[in-house]
């Protein structure tokens, strides 16, 4: 039973730190985006 | 910028470019060069380190595509289409250094159908000797320079690209491949001449095309503009 | 628009949780493999999915090679309708094409969805924004195999002892894998200003060799046979309710970690074009 | 009026056949490389004779992949030494033509160090061919073919890209995996000479990979050589 549970957890561990990955470059774009417009005005 | 009137309209412009640009990345090599250029006409073009003048040539050649902008060329906008009409000689010498220059020459006829005698005269015409065996890697830099202005030159292409033709060729031979480069624009061909000694070209090329960072900032017939700068 | 994004991910996370219960749940024990054997709702939808992210990088990528020149474009067209004609007509004109197990009906659909999906992606995106959908597609699919690969010697492990099987379909998408790494690793290290059309290129490649993969270890099995991961042949009507339920969630879920990434992909381009446009403006004081 | 397509692969490949022949330092530098590999691989895996046929197809097959892909990285050296391949870029000649004498060149090239290195293996492994030994023939042409042609793709390619040496084994390997698996089974069948199975799958399953990467390349060359 326990290999079940470590399977699901182990889907949702990849699928979770992908998706940090993703929001962290998100975040990052952000910033650059923000400082664009800082430096512009 | 304005296109600065062509005094003599009685070519109509074989090459046309477009508010041209080119980017790597943030760096902008050209950024919007138009103009047009006429049949049987030398351009020098003249400009600092990094103002385009090379990115432009790549252009015309067909070797790089545009950021943005249009090139047309003999009427054609996509340059590979009109290759035939091309010589093109970069700052490398573009020939392989273990073969002899006429093996070279003969390997690049083929590419172009054309027989062999062709490459013969062709190195005769920029003055070195056709028979030499020695290969192209153990020529001292002047001969590697005509050897490849030999190439450029081998399919009679109705516009040249040449990219610094005089780097490190002695005065007495660049002068001489300055009349010949007269006697084939006064064939009809285009001739592009991208160079630092623009003295060699004074009174003979038709237009001096000044660039800086990635602009035409002027097209004058002489040199004068060169003292004002 | 914007508001859009949550809803679906409430509704997303609230099927997800259904799937979940369903396959812990409702799906019945397998005898021989017991609880272990629920893996399978996880694993085989994972793999769909990711099989199906990589078709549509497949399509996208092949337009952006194709749509560059409106002839090569047209051409195109005619020869997806073709193979949409050739996949309805061919399993009920020669029966012996269809496997066994499959419907020849389910070959027509699935062909005409397929052609479909081609056309469908002709419409929504543009010549650039093809090339985002196949960037894309390639990340979240890989990260979909990652996760096929990870289940499967989970599961392997209790059943048969062992943690690695060369089963076909395991070994196929470890292939499948490693192909779109190399994918993504082009990517990552193209210094040219075409990369899109590398990648492209890598991407038909790849997708012309997964059916060479996929007979070549299939008869590589046959002649040294070994245990196959979920066991192929008839599955229980009810497990197959619940696989679907889980493929439907997953499907869900992979659309809205796709549409993020395609939004973000979307985002980062257009700084780099304002950066580009900066660049162009301001003089280049610093070389004179 | 430019040179009939194969009139200038013929060109192309009899040039870079003569440069070879006139430097030789390629290809003494590769066969030393193959010698390394073989003696490597027989140190590493040194089996009792038995043992020796069931994984020798296997041995021979990855050597000869580690050869062709060394052999590979040098495809464009030379022209990118002085930036030849941009003569070429501008000239009306056909890509394809430039690839199929640049692939021909390998392939010969391969062909070469293979042609050293199996005696080497027959003599270090004591292999003796229990099945049909004139299969090899076809298994070997095929397969070499399969790594050149598109290992000639990947490493233009690769050209595009910064670290260019490791960029081609990570494009090519994932590709030829199926290639791979045929090239060493049926080897190994015929090497262990089992009646109840047969090479024929695998040689025709060559053919096809070879058909259909083959068209692959000759569609996408020309693109991928002016993806500048």
Sequence with gaps: ?41 | MNDPNAAHTEAEAIIAVANLVKQFGRFAALRGVSASFHASRMYGILGDNGAGKTTLLRILAGLVPPTRGEVTILGKNNPREVCREFGYMAHPSLLYDEMSGMENLRYFACLYGLEDARCADIIAAVGLDPGLQRPVGQYSQGMRQRMSLARALLNDPKILLLDEPFSNVDIRSAREMVKLLARMRNGGKTIFVVTHQASLLDGTADEFVWMDSGQIINRTPDLKFMETA | MKKAFPILGLLTAGLLSYALYEGLVVAPKEQTMGEVQRIFYYHVPSAWTAFLLFFINFLASVQYLVRRDPKTDKIANWVVITIGVLTCVAPYAIPSLVPAGARASSIATTGVALVGLYFLIKKFFSEQETDMLALTTAEVGVVFCTVVLVTGPLWARPVWGIWWTWDVRLTSTLVLWLIYVSYLVLRRFSSSGQTPVLAAALAVFGALDVPLVYFSIWFFRTQHPQPVIGGGGSIDPRMLHVLLINWLAFLCFAFLVCWSRYRLERMKREVEETQALEALLEPRSALR | ?228
């Design chain 4, 1 to 228: 009026m430019s040179a009939a397509p194969s009139g200038i692969t013929l060109a192309t490949l009899t040039k870079d056949l003569r440069l070879e022949w006139r430097s030789k330092d390629a290809i003494n530098s590769m066969l030393f490389f193959a010698l390394l590999v073989v003696v490597v691989f027989s140190f590493s895996f040194d089996p009792v004779a038995e043992e020796s046929r069931q994984i020798a197809g296997g041995l021979v097959w990855v050597a000869f992949l580690f050869a062709a892909v060394v052999a590979l990285n040098q495809t464009w050296a030379r022209e990118l030494r002085n930036q030849v391949l941009d003569a070429y870029r501008v000239s009306p000649a056909p890509a394809n033509s430039l690839f199929l004498a640049k692939a021909m060149g390998n392939f010969l090239f391969v062909g070469v160090l293979e042609a050293l290195m199996t005696p080497l293996f027959v003599v270090f492994y004591k292999l003796r061919v229990l099945g049909p030994a004139w299969q090899l023939l076809p298994v070997a042409i095929l397969g070499t073919w399969a790594i050149v042609v598109n290992g000639t793709f990947f490493a233009a390619m690769s050209l595009r890209t910064r670290s260019r040496e490791i960029m081609l084994p990570l494009l090519l390997f994932p590709i030829t995996i199926p290639a791979l698996l045929s090239m060493v089974e049926a080897t190994t069948t015929i090497l262990v000479g089992d009646p109840s199975t047969s090479a024929k799958f695998w040689i025709v399953l060559l053919a096809t990979y070879d058909v259909v990467f083959t068209t692959g390349c000759l569609a996408l060359f020309e693109t991928v050589l002016h993806a500048e």
């Design chain 1, 1 to 41: 039973m326990t290999y079940l549970y470590v399977a699901y957890a182990a889907t949702w561990a990849i699928h979770i730190a992908y998706l940090i990955t993703v929001v962290r470059r998100y975040s990052r774009l952000k910033q650059e985006v923000e400082q664009m417009h800082k430096k512009k005005s």
